[in-house]
């Protein structure tokens, strides 16, 4: 039973910062999973943004390293994800996930091994 709610998006000028929220359940009772942060824009494919396994190994897409920063917050009960030097190119639909079923060569950002979603949060950054 893996739920997953977003909270924290909004709107924020080209620069400043916004921390997103995931409040999962039942993800971290699986012995080996992952989860992450997606987003998706108007016309554009769902990518990976930042992920992070039961090992606490994390990884993240090169347009956002060195800006955002995965973690757990209140032991497991909350995925955050710390987003500073925003840029407007980082406006989208930002969607909390959780995967227990890799395929063997699938990278930790593919966006198709995950299997649980939340509902999204917005995130509208102004130039």
């Known amino acids: 039973q893996v739920q997953l709610v977003e909270s924290g998006g909004g709107s924020v000028q080209a620069g400043g910062s916004l921390r997103l929220s995931c409040a999962a359940s039942?993800?971290?009772?699986?012995?080996?999973?992952?989860m992450g942060w997606f987003r998706q824009a108007p016309g554009k494919e769902r990518e990976g943004v930042a992920v992070i396994d039961s090992y606490g190994s994390i990884e993240y897409a090169d347009s956002v390293k060195g800006r955002f920063t995965i973690s757990w917050d209140h032991g497991k009960e909350t995925l955050s994800l710390q987003m500073n030097t925003l840029e407007p190119e980082d406006s989208a639909m930002y969607y909390c996930?959780?995967?227990?079923?890799?395929?063997?060569?699938?990278?930790?950002?593919?966006?198709?091994?995950?299997?649980?979603w939340g509902q999204g949060t917005q995130v509208t950054v102004s130039s």
């Open positions: 996930a959780a995967d227990w079923g890799r395929p063997v060569g699938w990278g930790l950002l593919d966006v198709r091994a995950y299997q649980s």
């Open positions: 039942g993800v971290t009772y699986i012995s080996r999973y992952c």
